[in-house]
């Protein structure tokens, strides 16, 4: 008998007839990790049980986006089972897929059934392709109308899912009635990889059953079918094969209790095969069961032939147990191939099959794209509702490569995305962050969409990013530093434009650039006053217009999309509990502890109008303003002015109107895009302005300030390595409002008060410029009669306006090293009443020798010697007198990093002597008994 005609046979309309009903006992092993989808059920209409399998079945819609459900003509709905009266059709699109998800490392069997049962009416029977993710799996071809199309496939998932897409080859509508997914033991239907088991025909021979055999007779739902040939003859048994199913294959009991053998029982039992293509391969599955119990003259001994060739054997069939054999390689080669079972000469019995497999191989090696990127379109997909026919694998088969993408598919390596193209394509919000995972992406349009908030800055993290398109959009705030960067270093073809609010967009920021922009420009004519309140530095002073300036209120929390910055002063109070906590109080205004809606901690600067409560001041290092400059202070009340106040730094941009327009009276007008975010610096939360009422909002720093730990207010000793982390926070924060700042931000009060502390004991640098108040006297000149800072702190070397550059920090900063290293205050007054600076007393100090004496005792001796004293020489060279003989912050962190590389070299050394004793005391001691083993 050939397999071919038997198969063509298999799938005509016996399948759909109830399933082999026996009154056996069968021990059913459950559906576990079955998937039955009944495809076209409606999702509403819940699921289901089949009636004569037992088999659960539920809506294919959670796995498809496309297609239409519909139900078969009521000519053909005539003892169906449920599953086949509808079917779900796909009118659209050249592909659409199945997304399974399977278990990782399980091999699934995996049916799809195709009953046309005319069910759009047109009569017209359609051919299509099915694939297996991005490979070819089989082509379909409906027959007729109630005939049934089966084709199954044996799959490792090399992913932790599976893909099964119809494709469309333009020869009527594709569609599917069921898919199914079985998991089967990894042991079984071994194939190389890159291959899986197409199935060609899977046989119960020998049977007198016409109806077919699948769960919950066979536990992996194989749908076995009855072969005859006339060639043939039946061997039966009633009793039970295999009842401990003792092999991995587990054929079922009612199949392997019939077997076939050779009418001519001195002949062979033949099987043919036509390939008709010699290149395909196929392997053969036979399984084999004794029927007979055969007496001691009896034997039933044969070898298993392909085309005469021997492939296996012998082959003694065990009573009433099962064994399979297989080839273990594919038969391959021939356009026709016969399959004997050739008995032996000495053989008394003809030779027995049970029941036969035959798969051929499925090519699956082209691998499907890489898991994160096809995550990442799916996820893009679904934010943005792109409507294209994006399904299945988006980059291969190169044919259904997703329109808009470009991947890398060398065919060893798991293809890539390389390039998105999502331009024009009504997108709506935010730039998507699953673009982020992206990470080949060489090229990236979303230009000519609707796309709002900010440009991300993980654009600039993907560094294979060449082709960056984001013109005509609704974008807003500004394009990271790092873009604008690369852009300009001809690394990166940027373009923005046509984003109303977005700041500036690059020809302005590069404009900006270009202008030089250094240091205050004083633009304004007349006297103008800058009150600035602000994160310090450097701001253009532009005339006011008072319109423009109240035309620009309302716009604020637009500014700063969806998370809120901007409060109102009952939620400010409602924050502070009514003001109720104080954490300090400064040249500005209290700061008051606050909770906000989530839950953080935040500190509440309230800004007060001068007079300012400077005679409040509780830190020792904050000195009162005198009367004078208080004076000073609302005299430039009295003017009317607005401030621009802009920079760029690396991360982010923050732009900052502040504008006062009557007589003391302040006005505040935030305009913040975003804040500057550095690991070293305090992070503004919000801020609010109503009236009077305004102030800032800061994250929360739970241990205060450095002040106070080195006051020795504090019971716990900062370590000389902690001091050294700290100042390198510190030093950090400050390297970056210097040299991440485009113009430097100059901090004006370095000072221990201004250096806070985590709940870590991390070091971040607050109030950059905050408390700056800086006064010009006409446009042209900036007065140096008023000089904001902190006595103590402030750089002598005023003559150069030094104050105005980076230099007057580290001048401060120098003094800050010093207080850390001796615990002592800035300033002190000695026993003549005379005030004595710290850097005077630690060179005197120096010079007479007492080099110890200068180190805060209460380290007790517990740092390196030379850790100290190169912290020692960094200090003094930053309070060099001359400005120019200053070293930059970012020499005074890598300076500073030695430093404490050498203490924890030091640290290390000692700590490994500290391990051998712990790990001595570590030792389990036996507690039951009370005692010690090593106590005597
Ligand atoms: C089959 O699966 C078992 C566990 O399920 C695993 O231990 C074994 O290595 C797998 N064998 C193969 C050939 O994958
Ligand atoms: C099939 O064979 C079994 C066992 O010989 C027998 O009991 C049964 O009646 C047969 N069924 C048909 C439909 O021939
Ligand atoms: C049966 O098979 C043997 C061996 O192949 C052959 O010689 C014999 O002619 C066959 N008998 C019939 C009736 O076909
Ligand atoms: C293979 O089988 C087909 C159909 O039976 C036949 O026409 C053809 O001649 C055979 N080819 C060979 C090489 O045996
Ligand atoms: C049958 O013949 C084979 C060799 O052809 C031999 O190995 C085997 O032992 C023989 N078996 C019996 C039962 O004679
Ligand atoms: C995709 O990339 C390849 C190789 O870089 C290139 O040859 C091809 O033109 C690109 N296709 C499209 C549609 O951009």
Not at 62 to 69: H, K, R, T, V, W
Request: glycine share 6%.
């Amino acid at each position: 008998m050939r397999v071919n005609e038997m198969f063509k046979h298999f799938h005509l309309a016996t399948f759909l007839l109830v399933v082999y009903a026996l009154l056996i006992v069968v021990h059913s092993q459950g559906q576990t990790g079955f998937i039955s989808l009944d495809c076209g059920l409606p999702e509403n209409s819940g699921g289901f049980t089949e009636e004569s399998t037992q088999l659960d079945y539920i809506s294919d819609a959670p796995y498809i986006n496309g297609g239409e459900s519909n139900g078969i003509s009521a000519q053909y709905n005539v003892n169906l089972q449920r599953w086949a009266t509808t079917v779900r059709s796909f009118p659209d699109g050249t592909r659409n897929c199945y997304t399974i998800t399977t278990k990782k490392g399980t091999k699934y069997l995996i049916r799809a059934v195709f009953m046309y049962g005319n069910y759009d009416g047109k009569n017209s029977t359609p051919t299509f392709e099915l694939h297996l993710g991005p490979n070819f799996w089989d082509t379909v071809q409906i027959i007729d109308s109630p005939s049934s199309v089966v084709k199954e496939i044996i799959h490792f998932p090399l992913q932790n899912y599976v893909r099964v897409c119809l494709v469309n080859t333009g020869s009527g509508t594709p569609f599917i009635s069921a898919l199914e997914l079985r998991p089967l033991k990894n042991t079984t239907y071994i194939a190389p990889s890159g291959i899986s088991l197409g199935l060609i025909a899977r046989m119960d021979v020998g049977s007198n059953l016409t109806t077919l055999v699948r769960y919950p007779y066979d536990a992996f739902d194989r749908i076995w079918a009855r072969y005859i040939s006339d060639e043939w003859m039946d061997l039966t048994t009633s009793l039970t094969v295999d009842p401990q199913d003792h092999t991995d294959f587990q054929p079922p009991n009612v199949v392997m209790q019939n077997a076939a053998m050779p009418v001519n029982k001195s002949g062979p039992f033949r099987l043919e095969l036509n390939s008709g293509d010699t290149s395909i391969g196929y392997y053969l599955y036979m399984h084999f069961a004794e029927l007979q119990q055969l007496k001691a003259n009896e034997s039933r001994i044969f070898n298993i032939n392909v085309n005469g060739k021997h492939m296996y054997g012998p082959v003694i069939p065990s009573y009433l147990s099962s064994m399979t054999t297989y080839s273990t390689t594919p038969i391959t080669g021939s356009l026709n191939y016969t399959f004997t079972l050739d008995k032996f000469e000495n053989s008394t019995l003809p030779p027995i099959v049970n029941a036969i497999e035959i798969y051929n191989l499925v090519g699956v090696s082209q691998l499907e794209t890489d898991q994160d990127d096809v995550d990442a379109m799916t996820n893009i997909k679904a934010a943005y509702g792109v409507k294209r026919n994006w399904d299945g694998d988006p980059c291969v088969p190169i044919k259904y490569l997703w329109a808009g993408l470009n991947c890398t598919n060398d065919g060893s390596d798991a293809p890539r995305i390389t390039s998105l193209d999502l331009s024009s394509s009504g997108l709506t919000g935010e730039i998507n962050t699953n673009i982020s995972r992206l990470s080949m992406l060489v090229s990236l349009d979303l230009s000519n969409n609707s796309l709002t908030g900010t440009v991300p800055n993980f654009l600039s993290q993907l560094t294979n990013v060449k082709v960056l398109k984001l013109g005509n959009n609704k974008l807003t705030g500004s394009v990271p530093a790092e873009l604008i960067q690369k852009s300009n270093d001809g690394l990166l073809s940027l373009s923005v434009e046509g984003n109303q609010d977005l700041c500036a967009s690059t020809s302005l920021c590069k404009k900006k650039k270009k202008s030089n922009v250094v240091v205050p420009v004083v633009a304004s004519v007349g006297g103008l006053f800058a009150f600035l309140l602000v994160a310090g530095a450097v701001f253009i002073l532009v005339k006011t217009k008072k319109k423009h300036v109240s035309g620009n209120e309302e716009s604020d929390d637009q500014e700063f999309g969806t998370k809120k910055r901007k409060f109102t002063y009952a939620e400010v109070k409602g924050i502070t509990n009514n003001f109720t906590r104080v954490l300090g109080k400064g040249g500005f205004g209290t700061v008051y502890h606050g909770v906000v809606s989530d839950g953080t901690q935040v500190a509440v600067k309230v800004l007060s109008r001068p007079p300012v409560q400077a005679s409040h001041q509780q830190s020792r290092d904050e000195e009162s303003r005198t009367q004078e400059q208080v004076e000073q202070q609302n005299k430039q009340f009295e003017s009317e002015a607005r401030i621009h106040y802009s920079y760029l730094c690396t991360q982010n941009y923050w732009f900052i109107q502040i504008y006062e327009r009557k007589k003391t009276r302040v006005e505040l007008q935030v305009k913040l895009l975003m804040t500057v975010y550095h690991g070293n610096l305090t992070s503004l939360v919000g801020y609010f302005k109503e009236g009077t009422n305004m102030g800032l909002i800061y994250e929360y720093m739970a241990n205060g300030d450095l002040a106070l730990h080195l006051s020795g207010r504090q019971a716990n000793v900062l370590s000389w390595e902690k001091r050294l982390e700290i100042a390198i926070d510190a030093a950090q924060g400050l390297e970056y409002l210097h040299h991440g700042c485009k113009p430097p931000i100059i901090h004006r009060d370095v000072k221990t008060p201004n250096i806070l502390l985590n709940e870590n004991f991390r070091a971040k640098l607050a109030d950059f410029g905050l408390s700056r108040f800086f006064a010009a006297d006409n446009a042209t000149h900036v007065s140096t009669r008023f000089i904001a800072g902190t006595p103590g702190y402030l750089d002598p070397d005023i003559t150069n306006n030094s104050w105005l550059n980076e230099k007057s920090d580290v001048y401060s900063f120098g003094v800050v090293i010093l207080q850390i290293i001796t615990s002592r205050p800035a300033i002190t007054k000695t026993n003549d009443d005379e005030i004595a600076h710290i850097s005077n007393w630690v060179q005197s100090m120096v010079a007479n020798g007492d080099v110890k004496g200068i180190i805060d005792p209460r380290l007790q001796g517990d740092f390196d010697i030379n850790s100290v004293w190169k912290a020692v020489e960094i200090a003094m060279a930053c309070l060099s007198p001359t400005a120019a003989r200053r070293p930059n912050m970012s020499q005074v962190v890598i300076e500073l990093r030695e430093c404490l590389a050498s203490e924890l070299t030091r640290r290390n050394n000692s700590r490994m002597t500290t391990d051998s004793t712990d790990s001595f005391e570590d030792l389990p001691l036996n507690t039951t008994t009370g005692f010690s083993p090593l106590a005597r």
